[in-house]
Protein backbone atom coordinates (compact mmCIF):
# COMPACT_ATOMS: atom_id res chain seq x y z
CA UNK A 1 0.00 0.00 0.00
CA UNK A 2 2.82 2.18 0.70
CA UNK A 3 4.85 1.43 -2.04
CA UNK A 4 1.69 2.23 -4.54
CA UNK A 5 1.22 5.47 -2.95
CA UNK A 6 4.89 6.55 -3.02
CA UNK A 7 4.75 5.52 -6.91
CA UNK A 8 2.09 7.67 -6.99
CA UNK A 9 3.82 10.91 -5.91
CA UNK A 10 6.51 10.07 -7.98
CA UNK A 11 4.33 9.75 -10.99
CA UNK A 12 2.41 13.41 -10.11
CA UNK A 13 5.78 14.96 -9.40
CA UNK A 14 7.94 13.66 -12.49
CA UNK A 15 4.43 15.41 -14.47
CA UNK A 16 4.23 18.43 -13.53
CA UNK A 17 8.26 18.87 -14.16
CA UNK A 18 7.57 17.29 -17.59
CA UNK A 19 4.92 20.01 -18.22
CA UNK A 20 6.91 22.65 -16.90
CA UNK A 21 10.15 21.73 -18.43
CA UNK A 22 8.18 21.19 -22.00
CA UNK A 23 6.08 24.55 -21.54
CA UNK A 24 9.63 26.65 -20.73
CA UNK A 25 11.94 24.87 -23.75
CA UNK A 26 8.83 24.47 -26.55
CA UNK A 27 7.14 28.10 -26.05
CA UNK A 28 6.65 28.74 -30.06
CA UNK A 29 5.56 32.51 -30.88
CA UNK A 30 4.45 32.52 -34.39
CA UNK A 31 4.62 35.87 -36.56
CA UNK A 32 1.91 37.90 -37.35
CA UNK A 33 1.18 36.62 -41.31
CA UNK A 34 -1.49 38.39 -42.86
CA UNK A 35 -2.15 35.19 -45.20
CA UNK A 36 -3.26 31.52 -44.95
CA UNK A 37 -1.64 28.65 -43.71
CA UNK A 38 -2.44 24.95 -43.48
CA UNK A 39 -2.56 23.29 -40.26
CA UNK A 40 -3.00 19.32 -40.15
CA UNK A 41 -5.85 19.03 -42.10
CA UNK A 42 -7.61 22.80 -41.63
CA UNK A 43 -6.43 26.28 -43.17
CA UNK A 44 -5.86 29.16 -40.84
CA UNK A 45 -6.12 32.34 -41.90
CA UNK A 46 -5.55 36.19 -40.31
CA UNK A 47 -2.65 37.03 -37.67
CA UNK A 48 -1.77 34.13 -35.55
CA UNK A 49 -0.05 34.64 -32.66
CA UNK A 50 -0.47 31.47 -30.39
CA UNK A 51 2.02 29.34 -27.77
CA UNK A 52 2.56 26.18 -28.82
CA UNK A 53 2.58 24.69 -25.57
CA UNK A 54 -1.34 24.23 -25.02
CA UNK A 55 -0.96 21.80 -27.84
CA UNK A 56 0.78 19.65 -25.70
CA UNK A 57 -1.04 16.47 -25.05
CA UNK A 58 -1.78 14.62 -22.17
CA UNK A 59 1.08 11.76 -22.37
CA UNK A 60 1.62 9.54 -19.94
CA UNK A 61 4.49 10.43 -18.27
CA UNK A 62 7.68 8.36 -16.65
CA UNK A 63 7.37 6.66 -13.82
CA UNK A 64 9.61 6.38 -10.77
CA UNK A 65 9.42 3.54 -8.33
CA UNK A 66 11.39 0.62 -6.68
CA UNK A 67 10.36 -1.83 -9.26
CA UNK A 68 12.93 -4.14 -10.30
CA UNK A 69 15.46 -3.30 -13.60
CA UNK A 70 13.62 -5.30 -16.01
CA UNK A 71 10.03 -3.03 -15.17
CA UNK A 72 12.23 0.25 -14.60
CA UNK A 73 13.81 -0.60 -18.30
CA UNK A 74 10.26 -1.21 -19.68
CA UNK A 75 9.25 1.88 -18.41
CA UNK A 76 12.77 4.12 -18.99
CA UNK A 77 11.92 2.63 -22.81
CA UNK A 78 8.33 3.83 -22.54
CA UNK A 79 8.99 7.48 -21.59
CA UNK A 80 11.37 7.57 -23.90
CA UNK A 81 9.35 7.07 -26.76
CA UNK A 82 6.39 8.78 -25.18
CA UNK A 83 8.67 11.93 -24.74
CA UNK A 84 9.46 11.66 -28.41
CA UNK A 85 6.30 11.97 -29.17
CA UNK A 86 5.80 14.72 -27.14
CA UNK A 87 8.66 16.51 -28.19
CA UNK A 88 7.30 15.65 -32.03
CA UNK A 89 3.55 17.21 -31.37
CA UNK A 90 5.29 20.09 -30.09
CA UNK A 91 7.63 20.48 -33.01
CA UNK A 92 5.70 19.22 -35.94
CA UNK A 93 2.87 22.08 -36.17
CA UNK A 94 5.99 24.48 -36.80
CA UNK A 95 6.40 22.75 -40.12
CA UNK A 96 2.67 23.37 -41.11
CA UNK A 97 3.14 26.59 -40.18
CA UNK A 98 4.90 27.51 -43.60
CA UNK A 99 2.14 29.40 -45.66
CA UNK A 100 0.93 27.24 -48.98
CA UNK A 101 2.72 28.28 -52.35
CA UNK A 102 -0.67 27.25 -54.32
CA UNK A 103 -2.49 29.33 -51.53
CA UNK A 104 -0.80 32.30 -51.74
CA UNK A 105 -0.58 34.42 -55.37
CA UNK A 106 3.04 35.30 -56.69
CA UNK A 107 3.84 38.74 -55.85
CA UNK A 108 4.40 40.68 -59.06
CA UNK A 109 8.39 41.14 -59.95
CA UNK A 110 9.70 44.48 -59.24
CA UNK A 111 10.52 47.03 -61.85
CA UNK A 112 14.00 47.66 -61.99
CA UNK A 113 13.93 51.91 -62.98
CA UNK A 114 17.62 51.60 -63.38
CA UNK A 115 17.55 49.09 -66.43
CA UNK A 116 15.55 51.13 -68.17
CA UNK A 117 16.66 52.93 -71.35
CA UNK A 118 14.71 56.08 -70.92
CA UNK A 119 16.57 59.30 -69.85
CA UNK A 120 15.85 59.94 -65.98
CA UNK A 121 13.88 63.10 -65.25
CA UNK A 122 17.42 63.46 -62.70
CA UNK A 123 20.18 62.83 -65.17
CA UNK A 124 22.08 65.94 -66.51
CA UNK A 125 21.49 66.01 -70.79
CA UNK A 126 23.55 68.15 -72.95
CA UNK A 127 22.21 71.23 -75.24
CA UNK A 128 21.97 69.20 -78.07
CA UNK A 129 19.76 66.30 -76.32
CA UNK A 130 17.34 69.31 -74.98
CA UNK A 131 16.76 70.68 -78.66
CA UNK A 132 16.34 66.85 -79.55
CA UNK A 133 12.95 66.15 -76.89
CA UNK A 134 10.06 66.77 -78.71
CA UNK A 135 6.94 67.23 -76.31
CA UNK A 136 3.74 66.27 -78.39
CA UNK A 137 1.15 69.22 -78.53
CA UNK A 138 -2.43 67.92 -76.80
CA UNK A 139 -6.06 69.89 -78.54
CA UNK A 140 -7.52 71.65 -75.38
CA UNK A 141 -10.46 69.33 -74.41
CA UNK A 142 -12.74 71.98 -73.50
CA UNK A 143 -12.74 75.23 -75.09
CA UNK A 144 -15.18 78.02 -75.93
CA UNK A 145 -13.39 80.09 -79.09
CA UNK A 146 -11.72 77.79 -81.94
CA UNK A 147 -8.41 79.77 -81.48
CA UNK A 148 -6.65 76.94 -79.60
CA UNK A 149 -7.54 74.79 -82.07
CA UNK A 150 -6.24 76.41 -85.44
CA UNK A 151 -2.94 75.55 -85.34
CA UNK A 152 -3.66 72.10 -84.45
CA UNK A 153 -6.37 71.54 -87.12
CA UNK A 154 -5.77 71.18 -90.74
CA UNK A 155 -9.24 71.71 -91.73
CA UNK A 156 -9.23 74.44 -89.55
CA UNK A 157 -6.11 76.42 -90.73
CA UNK A 158 -6.95 75.32 -94.12
CA UNK A 159 -10.99 77.71 -93.46
CA UNK A 160 -8.59 80.49 -92.46
CA UNK A 161 -6.83 80.51 -95.45
CA UNK A 162 -10.11 80.83 -97.81
CA UNK A 163 -10.77 83.65 -95.32
CA UNK A 164 -13.49 81.60 -93.17
CA UNK A 165 -15.07 83.88 -90.48
CA UNK A 166 -14.25 81.32 -87.56
CA UNK A 167 -15.15 84.40 -84.57
CA UNK A 168 -18.67 83.96 -86.38
CA UNK A 169 -19.03 80.57 -86.72
CA UNK A 170 -17.73 79.37 -83.11
CA UNK A 171 -20.92 81.69 -81.83
CA UNK A 172 -23.18 79.31 -83.57
CA UNK A 173 -24.29 76.28 -81.59
CA UNK A 174 -22.68 72.48 -82.13
CA UNK A 175 -20.75 74.43 -85.43
CA UNK A 176 -17.08 74.88 -83.85
CA UNK A 177 -16.87 71.15 -82.47
CA UNK A 178 -18.65 69.92 -85.94
CA UNK A 179 -15.73 71.50 -87.88
CA UNK A 180 -13.28 70.00 -86.11
CA UNK A 181 -15.08 66.57 -87.07
CA UNK A 182 -14.25 67.32 -90.25
CA UNK A 183 -11.39 65.90 -92.84
CA UNK A 184 -10.20 68.47 -94.95
CA UNK A 185 -9.27 65.79 -97.78
CA UNK A 186 -12.70 63.84 -97.76
CA UNK A 187 -14.89 66.39 -96.54
CA UNK A 188 -13.95 70.04 -97.24
CA UNK A 189 -12.01 69.61 -100.80
CA UNK A 190 -15.08 67.87 -102.71
CA UNK A 191 -17.44 70.66 -101.63
CA UNK A 192 -15.01 72.99 -102.52
CA UNK A 193 -14.34 71.27 -105.96
CA UNK A 194 -18.22 71.30 -106.32
CA UNK A 195 -18.93 75.13 -105.97
CA UNK A 196 -15.45 75.83 -108.12
CA UNK A 197 -17.33 73.66 -110.90
CA UNK A 198 -20.59 75.01 -110.88
CA UNK A 199 -18.87 78.81 -111.20
CA UNK A 200 -18.31 80.09 -107.75
CA UNK A 201 -15.81 82.60 -107.57
CA UNK A 202 -12.78 81.78 -105.26
CA UNK A 203 -13.65 85.18 -103.04
CA UNK A 204 -16.72 84.00 -102.05
CA UNK A 205 -16.25 80.64 -100.66
CA UNK A 206 -15.25 82.18 -97.90
CA UNK A 207 -18.46 84.04 -97.46
CA UNK A 208 -20.46 80.84 -98.41
CA UNK A 209 -18.35 78.82 -95.33
CA UNK A 210 -18.69 81.40 -92.99
CA UNK A 211 -22.62 81.44 -93.92
CA UNK A 212 -23.36 78.36 -94.19
CA UNK A 213 -21.03 75.93 -92.93
CA UNK A 214 -23.45 73.06 -92.82
CA UNK A 215 -22.61 73.02 -96.43
CA UNK A 216 -19.60 70.83 -95.64
CA UNK A 217 -21.49 68.22 -94.63
CA UNK A 218 -24.37 67.87 -97.16
CA UNK A 219 -24.46 65.27 -99.77
CA UNK A 220 -22.70 66.40 -103.25
CA UNK A 221 -25.60 64.36 -104.65
CA UNK A 222 -28.28 66.06 -103.46
CA UNK A 223 -26.00 69.28 -104.24
CA UNK A 224 -25.80 68.83 -108.09
CA UNK A 225 -29.24 67.36 -107.76
CA UNK A 226 -30.63 70.83 -106.97
CA UNK A 227 -28.21 72.32 -109.15
CA UNK A 228 -30.03 70.69 -112.09
CA UNK A 229 -33.27 71.57 -111.12
CA UNK A 230 -32.83 75.90 -111.94
CA UNK A 231 -31.01 74.92 -114.57
CA UNK A 232 -33.88 72.87 -115.82
CA UNK A 233 -36.10 76.12 -114.50
CA UNK A 234 -34.14 78.11 -117.24
CA UNK A 235 -31.78 79.50 -114.87
CA UNK A 236 -28.41 80.13 -116.34
CA UNK A 237 -25.05 78.60 -115.08
CA UNK A 238 -23.77 82.19 -114.26
CA UNK A 239 -27.18 83.15 -112.66
CA UNK A 240 -26.74 79.90 -110.46
CA UNK A 241 -23.15 80.60 -109.44
CA UNK A 242 -24.15 83.90 -108.59
CA UNK A 243 -27.49 82.95 -106.64
CA UNK A 244 -25.53 80.58 -104.90
CA UNK A 245 -22.59 82.99 -104.09
CA UNK A 246 -25.21 85.66 -102.48
CA UNK A 247 -27.68 83.24 -101.14
CA UNK A 248 -25.39 80.51 -99.52
CA UNK A 249 -28.11 78.51 -98.00
CA UNK A 250 -29.95 78.37 -101.33
CA UNK A 251 -28.28 74.89 -101.93
CA UNK A 252 -29.51 73.50 -98.65
CA UNK A 253 -33.34 73.35 -99.76
CA UNK A 254 -34.62 70.35 -101.56
CA UNK A 255 -35.96 70.29 -104.66
CA UNK A 256 -39.19 70.36 -103.51
CA UNK A 257 -39.00 72.78 -101.28
CA UNK A 258 -37.27 74.89 -103.96
CA UNK A 259 -40.12 74.55 -106.66
CA UNK A 260 -42.88 75.25 -104.04
CA UNK A 261 -40.96 78.72 -103.22
CA UNK A 262 -40.58 79.65 -107.04
CA UNK A 263 -44.67 78.63 -107.08
CA UNK A 264 -45.57 80.91 -104.42
CA UNK A 265 -43.84 83.94 -105.81
CA UNK A 266 -45.11 83.13 -108.91
CA UNK A 267 -48.95 82.51 -107.39
CA UNK A 268 -49.08 85.61 -105.03
CA UNK A 269 -47.56 88.17 -107.34
CA UNK A 270 -49.16 86.87 -110.38
CA UNK A 271 -46.49 86.59 -112.28
CA UNK A 272 -45.03 85.22 -115.41
CA UNK A 273 -42.13 82.41 -115.45
CA UNK A 274 -39.79 85.11 -117.02
CA UNK A 275 -40.45 87.75 -114.49
CA UNK A 276 -40.14 85.15 -111.47
CA UNK A 277 -36.61 84.03 -112.73
CA UNK A 278 -35.77 87.89 -112.66
CA UNK A 279 -37.12 88.83 -109.45
CA UNK A 280 -35.03 85.54 -107.70
CA UNK A 281 -31.96 85.72 -109.51
CA UNK A 282 -31.73 89.44 -108.58
CA UNK A 283 -32.66 88.74 -105.41
CA UNK A 284 -31.93 84.73 -104.29
CA UNK A 285 -32.58 85.61 -100.65
CA UNK A 286 -35.60 85.61 -100.99
CA UNK A 287 -36.05 81.86 -101.64
CA UNK A 288 -34.30 81.56 -98.46
CA UNK A 289 -35.82 83.62 -96.15
CA UNK A 290 -39.47 83.44 -94.41
CA UNK A 291 -42.21 83.34 -96.32
CA UNK A 292 -44.29 85.22 -93.38
CA UNK A 293 -42.03 88.60 -93.89
CA UNK A 294 -42.94 88.29 -97.75
CA UNK A 295 -46.76 87.97 -96.67
CA UNK A 296 -47.20 90.81 -94.14
CA UNK A 297 -45.23 93.34 -96.79
CA UNK A 298 -47.66 92.31 -99.34
CA UNK A 299 -50.57 92.82 -97.10
CA UNK A 300 -49.35 96.47 -95.71
CA UNK A 301 -48.49 97.62 -99.23
CA UNK A 302 -51.77 96.65 -100.09
CA UNK A 303 -54.39 97.82 -96.81
CA UNK A 304 -52.21 100.23 -95.14
CA UNK A 305 -50.42 101.77 -98.16
CA UNK A 306 -53.24 101.32 -100.25
CA UNK A 307 -51.35 100.75 -103.56
CA UNK A 308 -54.07 98.08 -106.28
CA UNK A 309 -51.94 94.19 -106.75
CA UNK A 310 -51.20 95.44 -110.05
CA UNK A 311 -49.32 98.41 -109.26
CA UNK A 312 -48.21 96.03 -106.49
CA UNK A 313 -46.91 93.72 -108.85
CA UNK A 314 -45.02 96.60 -110.54
CA UNK A 315 -43.08 98.12 -107.87
CA UNK A 316 -42.05 94.33 -106.65
CA UNK A 317 -40.45 93.90 -110.26
CA UNK A 318 -38.60 97.07 -110.00
CA UNK A 319 -37.68 96.72 -106.38
CA UNK A 320 -37.59 93.03 -104.82
CA UNK A 321 -36.42 94.34 -102.00
CA UNK A 322 -39.86 95.41 -100.82
CA UNK A 323 -41.09 92.27 -100.00
CA UNK A 324 -38.25 91.74 -97.16
CA UNK A 325 -38.07 95.27 -96.19
CA UNK A 326 -39.15 96.52 -92.69
CA UNK A 327 -42.19 97.31 -92.86
CA UNK A 328 -42.24 100.07 -90.56
CA UNK A 329 -39.99 101.64 -92.74
CA UNK A 330 -42.32 101.08 -95.56
CA UNK A 331 -45.03 102.48 -93.82
CA UNK A 332 -43.01 105.82 -92.58
CA UNK A 333 -41.42 106.57 -95.89
CA UNK A 334 -44.89 106.25 -97.91
CA UNK A 335 -46.60 108.07 -95.12
CA UNK A 336 -43.56 111.26 -95.62
CA UNK A 337 -43.94 110.66 -99.41
CA UNK A 338 -48.06 110.79 -99.72
CA UNK A 339 -48.98 113.02 -96.58
CA UNK A 340 -46.30 115.55 -96.34
CA UNK A 341 -44.75 116.34 -99.86
CA UNK A 342 -48.44 115.17 -101.45
CA UNK A 343 -47.32 112.94 -103.91
CA UNK A 344 -49.69 110.42 -105.46
CA UNK A 345 -49.47 106.85 -105.30
CA UNK A 346 -49.33 107.21 -109.42
CA UNK A 347 -46.23 109.17 -109.14
CA UNK A 348 -44.98 107.20 -106.57
CA UNK A 349 -45.18 103.82 -109.01
CA UNK A 350 -43.49 105.82 -111.30
CA UNK A 351 -40.10 105.69 -109.31
CA UNK A 352 -40.58 102.76 -106.65
CA UNK A 353 -37.08 103.31 -105.92
CA UNK A 354 -37.81 105.58 -103.51
CA UNK A 355 -38.87 102.72 -100.87
CA UNK A 356 -34.83 101.68 -100.97
CA UNK A 357 -33.47 104.97 -100.13
CA UNK A 358 -33.44 106.64 -96.80
CA UNK A 359 -35.67 108.33 -94.91
CA UNK A 360 -33.33 110.70 -93.68
CA UNK A 361 -31.91 111.65 -96.98
CA UNK A 362 -35.67 112.32 -98.59
CA UNK A 363 -36.58 114.39 -95.26
CA UNK A 364 -33.83 116.82 -95.25
CA UNK A 365 -33.80 117.37 -99.38
CA UNK A 366 -37.28 117.72 -99.19
CA UNK A 367 -36.92 120.31 -96.30
CA UNK A 368 -34.27 122.40 -97.86
CA UNK A 369 -36.18 122.84 -101.41
CA UNK A 370 -39.74 123.97 -98.99
CA UNK A 371 -37.25 125.93 -97.08
CA UNK A 372 -36.06 128.01 -100.56
CA UNK A 373 -39.72 127.36 -102.06
CA UNK A 374 -38.47 125.05 -104.92
CA UNK A 375 -40.29 121.71 -103.61
CA UNK A 376 -42.23 121.38 -106.52
CA UNK A 377 -43.30 117.74 -107.35
CA UNK A 378 -46.48 118.15 -109.51
CA UNK A 379 -45.25 117.57 -113.48
CA UNK A 380 -47.97 119.37 -114.94
CA UNK A 381 -46.67 122.69 -112.99
CA UNK A 382 -42.72 124.38 -113.57
CA UNK A 383 -39.98 123.19 -111.71
CA UNK A 384 -41.00 119.77 -111.68
CA UNK A 385 -38.83 117.53 -109.36
CA UNK A 386 -39.33 114.41 -109.84
CA UNK A 387 -38.40 111.58 -107.11
CA UNK A 388 -35.86 109.91 -109.09
CA UNK A 389 -33.57 113.24 -109.23
CA UNK A 390 -34.40 114.17 -105.37
CA UNK A 391 -33.41 110.48 -104.26
CA UNK A 392 -30.51 109.59 -106.71
CA UNK A 393 -28.60 113.00 -107.21
CA UNK A 394 -25.25 113.36 -105.16
CA UNK A 395 -25.21 115.87 -102.20
CA UNK A 396 -23.26 118.50 -104.46
CA UNK A 397 -25.09 118.31 -107.76
CA UNK A 398 -28.58 118.41 -105.80
CA UNK A 399 -27.43 121.39 -104.51
CA UNK A 400 -26.74 122.98 -107.69
CA UNK A 401 -29.17 121.81 -110.30
CA UNK A 402 -32.08 121.25 -108.02
CA UNK A 403 -31.79 124.10 -105.15
CA UNK A 404 -29.98 126.68 -106.76
CA UNK A 405 -27.55 126.53 -103.64
CA UNK A 406 -24.14 125.45 -102.51
CA UNK A 407 -23.36 122.66 -100.57
CA UNK A 408 -21.84 124.69 -97.33
CA UNK A 409 -25.37 126.47 -97.24
CA UNK A 410 -27.58 122.75 -97.26
CA UNK A 411 -24.79 121.70 -94.60
CA UNK A 412 -25.51 124.98 -92.49
CA UNK A 413 -29.74 124.34 -93.18
CA UNK A 414 -29.20 120.87 -91.68
CA UNK A 415 -27.93 122.34 -88.33
CA UNK A 416 -31.13 123.78 -87.87
CA UNK A 417 -33.02 120.96 -88.39
Known sequence: MASSCARLCLKCRGFLSFNTAAANQHRITVPRVPTRFLCGSSFISGNHTKSEAGKIPRQQTRVYSNAPAQHLGTEAKEDKSMEQLSRNNVLAPKSHLLPMKDVMPEAPASLDLDAAGEISALDEISDEEAISITVPVAMPPASTTLRGYVDKSETLTKLVQLDVKLWKLEKRPNVGSMLLRLDFNTDVAPRLLFLKEIGVEDSFLGYIITHNPFILKANLENLQARVNYLKSKKFSSQHVASMVSRAPYLLNFSVKRLDNRLGFFQQQLSLSASNTRDIVQRLPRLICGSLEIVKENLKVCEIELGFKKNEIQHIVIAVPKVL????????????????????????????????????????????????????????SQPNYISLDRLVSLPDETFCTELASATLEDFCLFLKTL
Open 324 to 379: TANKKKLIQIFDFLHNTMKIPHHLIIKFPQVFNSKYLRIRERHLFLQYLGKAQYDP
